[in-house]
């Protein structure tokens, strides 16, 4: 039983690693980037959300829509303002921008909001009527609990999966991304607007990141503002190990790491948990160099 | 192409250097009449300002560095915010003036000295070391090489005090609170079977883990599970939990400060897992955390010396002047931040110190002050410390009740 | 000057600098006309120097993204620590034990680079990138539960918890998160400077011999130079194992400053910090690497008097560097005026 009550553990921690690696890999895949900011996008999400419900007192659905849009507007902002004057700069150029805005925001939000850490409230928790609450769903006669946070984040998954790969496979803008993704020079031709394409799809991933920050801070509800950095890059190797670019290998990254995690704490080591995890995906990236679902690379010469 | 990014660099460094070397200009020339550290600029109505401009000329330079920044912000934050409260009152006082300047360390050795050097440039005279305990052990050497008199807030580790006649400590040290708490648990019988979480990438969690575990096993108590995290590993405890609870624990000790606390709490009370907990004075500020649930915490045990709630008139006066400027209720960093200044305050009144010494001077007055002189702070009574450096005074054992704490004794 | 190629006068002109800018330095500081802020930052400097030329050498001149370079550092840190504190008493001279330690440093840190290399230099691009990352995060993590100590009868090694059982008369070096405590400060600017010369010697007579001839047309094309018979595994290796060297040299010169030194120091953060430093000033430039990691380890210190805004001001200046370097109208308008820009380093 144990086993399954780790299993259960590690699903709910990977399923916050598969939010966060969607939008990263998102944006990595059209705009050929490490958005190394995203981790702190997701911090202002989830405070632009703790201020709404804690200090506003406004339902939680509104706070939720509040953070995405803020993120989304700062999405764009940062976009217009860092990284499209670098459209043409080598990648790392944009890499190192990128860090320079993970910084900032960080630093803005310990100017605005102060080092405090702050409780996030559980939005999915249910009241029973001699006022105990309910965080999830008992299975096996109360041995295994599946937390609704889980549930949700799972569905959400899931949805945003299925959503990114309707939008991309069906909509003009979709497809105008899906080709910038392939050959920026060459969808220029075509009469795509490459700039706006990839603003768009800064846009969505902030979008996104602020769901994910909603749902980070719902799971583990400590909120600083440095609480997105490690998330971001944990999520970001999950990413990779799923193969970065590919939708669906987000979801699965994460998964698998967040249940590798968990498997190295309970089995083997507390301590060296890290380490093994690293280790495990050093051994997937020399089995499959591109990630569990990317595509290989052909080279041409 | 690339040497213009070359020379774009090099005009930055020229301009770096030259504001690096007016800001050390600056800093001497204009050093009495600011006072930097003021940072109450949200709330307009603090008087505060007014305090520490009067201290112009004849104030004594007390510097310290502390994490201002970066993931542990909160703890620099909040010493340097208590010792401000205290400067603000001494000053308003008359009498004996400071000038207090803390700088931003980030939590790093490397850049606690780069701190400590601009806080020696601006004319230190007597040190409130580092907030931190690696931070503090690099800047201790340094105070110890330049003979400046250094009583850090809350740095616990024993590695900042040893060997060095000029280095005190306002907080306890590690070992001394893991023996402590073992000690107590003992004595009242707490628990029969103990689990331990403990983070194992942090000196303050480790020392206090290391000798809890000696102590434990020297009176014969079973720890029946030891588990850890770290940095990046914080979030999840689902299998530290488990384990304890496998293992029967009734008793968690938990060497921590409260943030990953919070965590713990949230998660064992998601599983149903319910022993004791027993926490140390990083437990402190659980209870004021923005949103926490203080039915989570209830029956938690912990040695503190610091409790926000308690009613005498000192604590009282300091954790009202705290929320007005800050708008938070202080954590025993920011007391110990604010006893460190007040200690400072009654040993130079009473070695007749005047702010024209230099900081040489000052070391040997402060030295055979301290190791004479009783305090009595809000994170204490009577408190005394002995050549080594380290505090003596007793940790008050604390458990909360309905989402405050009460004496346990 | 006939013989003097345009590489090597730009190599020779990279000495000449450092050589004033140390002699500069040296006078500014024995005259007291320096203030304690910057005295205390010249030996991290020349260790982040070192890192930022090593690291070149991996990203600028072999063309793989490294994200772990903190790592070798690390290594290095731990490994030279060890050494000097082992040889405290056999050898009381400081600059010879600091010299032991810095060349077992480089020794160690190369053979990491090459266990390591191994697998990673089998990689590309960014999966290359991120495997050099979780090496460092591994590396950074059996520091932090590494038990050493050192007695009568050696030394003892242990993982995950003390159970070296050091005698009493001996005593413990490294203390798994505690890291090395209690470590003499034998690093000076002096040696600073001569390890960042040594650096740039080695570096340039790589990259200058038939070796980085061919490292070089790896980065530029792995397949043509694969094609006309280069052995992609072995040069990748040489620069691999020649960075890490470095890398680690630079960390047991950085980790005998500070008293103490431990793990969690050398983690993602201080990778990416290095690698601001190589991309800002130029890739393969090693003396924009050497400036940039000098004017970046300064600026955070010469922003102090903006108190609580430093970091921010820090960020957004790191932005507009990078908008300003790779802006086109700015690259054109310095293209035009290039005795200009020679006589703006000079000056530097």
Redesign the interface.
């Known amino acids: 039983m144990s086993f399954l009550n780790y299993l259960i553990s590690g699903i709910s921690l990977g399923s916050i690693y598969a939010i966060i690696a969607l939008g990263y890999t998102m944006v990595y895949g059209i705009a050929k980037m ?1 958005n ?1 900011a995203h981790g702190d996008v997701i911090m202002v999400g989830a405070y632009i959300c703790f201020y709404s419900v804690s200090r506003f007192g406004l339902p939680a659905p509104v706070g939720v829509l509040a953070a995405v849009l803020v993120c989304t507007a700062l999405g764009i902002v940062v976009e217009r303002l ?1 990284y499209k ?2 459209r ?3 990648s ?2 944009v ?3 990128a ?3 993970s ?2 925001l ?3 939000a ?2 605005l909001w102060t080092s405090n850490p702050k409780v996030f409230p559980n939005f999915f928790a249910a009241k029973k009527a001699d006022g105990t609450v309910i965080t999830g769903i008992d299975l096996a006669g109360g041995q295994l609990t599946i937390s609704y946070v889980t549930i949700v984040t799972i569905a959400a998954c899931v949805i945003i999966m299925l959503a990114l790969t309707w939008f991309t496979g069906n909509t003009k803008m979709g497809k105008a991304m899906r080709a910038c993704s392939e050959d920026k020079g060459a969808a220029q031709l075509m009469g795509i607007d490459v700039n706006s394409t990839i603003s768009v799809t800064f846009a969505i991933g902030s979008g996104l990141a602020a769901i994910a920050g909603v749902l980070l801070c719902s799971a583990y509800p400590n909120l600083v503002p440095t609480t997105g950095s490690m998330p971001g ?1 944990k999520a ?2 999950a990413a ?1 190990f799923g193969g ?1 670019g590919s939708i669906p290998g987000a979801l699965l990254g994460g998964i698998l790491l967040g249940v590798l995690e968990i498997f190295a704490k309970a089995y083997i ?1 507390t ?2 948990s ?2 093994i995890v ?2 495990a ?2 051994v997937v ?2 089995v499959k ?3 569990l679902l990317g595509k290989p690379i052909r ?1 041409k ?1 | ?14 301009m ?2 030259a ?3 007016g ?2 200009n ?2 001497s020339s204009t050093g009495g009449s600011t006072t ?2 003021a ?1 109450g600029g949200s709330t307009a109505t603090e008087p505060a300002p007014d305090g520490s401009t009067e201290a112009a000329a004849g104030a004594f330079k007390i510097g310290g560095t502390g994490p ?2 970066g993931g542990a912000a909160i703890y620099g934050n909040a010493a340097k915010n208590g010792a401000q409260i205290a400067v603000d009152e001494i000053n308003a006082a008359g009498g004996i003036q400071f000038d207090l300047r803390y ?2 360390d ?1 939590h ?4 606690a ?6 806080l ?2 601006w004319g230190m005279q007597i040190s409130l070391g580092s907030v931190t305990s ?1 931070p503090c ?2 800047t ?2 340094e105070t110890y090489a330049d003979r400046i008199f250094a009583l850090t807030p809350s740095a616990s ?1 024993t ?1 900042v005090i ?1 060997g060095k006649d000029n280095q005190f400590q306002m907080c306890f040290t590690d070992p001394n609170q893991g023996t402590a708490s073992a000690q107590y648990i003992a004595e009242q019988n707490l628990g029969t079977k103990i689990a331990i979480i403990w983070k ?4 303050y969690s ?2 206090i883990h290391d000798t809890f575990i000696d102590e434990a096993n020297a009176r014969g108590m079973a720890v029946v599970s030891d588990t850890t995290f ?2 990046g590993n914080d979030t999840d405890f689902s299998v530290q939990l488990s384990d304890a609870q496998k293992n029967g624990a009734d008793l968690v000790f938990l060497p921590m400060y409260y943030q990953p606390a919070s965590l713990i709490f949230a998660q064992a009370n998601a599983m149903g897992y319910a022993p004791k907990w027993f926490g140390v004075d990083g437990m402190d500020g659980i209870l004021t955390m923005e949103g926490f649930d203080p039915a989570l915490a209830e029956g938690v045990m912990l040695l503190t010396p610091f409790n926000a709630d308690a009613t005498d008139a000192k604590t009282a006066n300091f954790v009202q002047k705290y929320q007005d400027a800050f708008g938070e209720i202080p954590n025993q960093f920011a007391a110990d931040g604010y006893d460190c200044v007040y200690a400072y305050a009654q040993a130079l009144q009473a070695a007749g110190a005047t702010p024209d010494m230099t900081a040489e001077q000052l070391n040997d007055l402060m030295i055979a002050q301290f190791t004479s002189m009783t305090f009595d702070g809000i994170t204490g009574t009577s408190m005394t410390w002995d050549a080594s450096g380290a505090v003596s005074k007793s940790p008050k054992g604390m458990i909360i009740q309905n989402g405050a704490y009460v004496g346990m004794d | 000057m006939k013989k003097l190629t345009k590489t090597s006068r730009r190599n020779y002109l990279t000495y000449l600098i450092v050589i004033a800018a140390f002699v500069i330095l040296q006078i500014l500081r024995t005259t007291g006309a320096m ?7 010249l030996v ?1 400097i020349c260790a982040y120097m070192v890192m930022a030329a090593s690291l070149n050498l991996t ?1 600028g001149i072999l063309g793989e ?1 490294s994200l772990g370079h903190a790592g070798f550092m690390s290594v290095g840190a731990f490994t030279g620590t060890t050494v000097a504190i082992a040889l405290q008493d056999a050898v009381p001279a400081a600059p010879l034990r600091l010299f032991l330690a810095l060349i077992a440093a480089a020794v160690g840190a190369a053979l990491a680079g090459f266990l390591i290399g191994i ?1 990673v230099l ?3 691009g ?2 290359l990138a ?2 050099t ?3 460092g ?2 590396i950074k ?2 520091f ?2 590494l038990y050493l100590g050192l007695d009568s009868r050696g030394l003892h090694v242990s993982l ?1 918890a003390d159970t070296t059982n050091t005698a009493p008369d001996g005593k413990m070096i490294i203390q ?4 090395i ?2 470590i003499q ?1 034998i690093s000076t600017f002096t040696a600073g400077f001569l390890l960042v010369m040594i650096s740039l010697i080695v570096i340039f007579h790589l990259t200058g011999s038939r070796a980085g001839r061919a490292i070089m047309a790896i980065r530029d094309n792995r ?1 043509a130079a694969e ?1 006309v018979g280069v052995n992609i595994t072995k040069y990748k290796m040489m620069a691999f194992v020649t960075s890490a060297a470095l890398a680690g040299s630079a960390g047991a010169l ?1 980790a005998m400053n ?8 050398f983690d ?1 953060n201080t990778s ?1 910090l290095v ?2 430093f190589v ?7 090693m ?2 690497s050497l ?2 990691a ?2 970046l380890t ?8 903006f ?6 001001v ?3 200046v ?2 507009l ?8 109208t ?2 054109a308008f ?2 035009r005026l ?1 005795p200009g ?2 006589s ?2 000079e ?2």
Not at chain 3, 176 to 179: E, F, I, L, N, T
Not at chain 3, 298 to 305: D, S, T, V, Y
């Open positions: 490490l190394f860092a004057p670098l043409a700069a080598p790392l150029a890499l190192i921008t860090i320079g805005v910084y900032f960080q630093n803005a310990l100017l890059i970001f190797t990779v970065i080591s301590q060296l890290d380490a690293f280790a995906l050093i990236l020399l160099p591109s990630g080279e010469v | 192409m690339k040497k213009f990014t070359c020379f774009l660099i090099a005009l930055a460094m020229v770096s250097l504001a690096c070397g800001s050390s600056g800093g930097p550290a940072s201002l920044t700088e931003d980030t790093d050795a490397e850049k000295v780069n701190a400590y050097n601009a020696k440039d690696k052990e690099a201790s050497t580790s590695a040893e194992n990438d942090d000196v480790k020392g770290a940095d | 203030s304690s802020s910057l005295k205390g930052m991290p990203v993204l697998p089998r990689l590309n960014d999966y991120i495997v990352l979780a090496f995060e591994i993590a059996i932090n539960n995950l798994g998160p505690m890291g405590g209690g400060k397949i094609s950085f500070y008293s103490t030194i431990v793990a969690n120091k993602f990416i690698l601001v991309v800002l000033g130029g890739l393969g430039n003396l924009g400036v940039a000098a004017a300064i600026l955070p210190e010469a922003l102090r008097q108190a609580d805004y430093r970091m921010l820090y960020a957004i790191l932005i560097v990078m908008l300003a370097t790779n802006n086109p700015i690259k310095f293209g290039k820009s020679r703006g380093k000056a530097a």
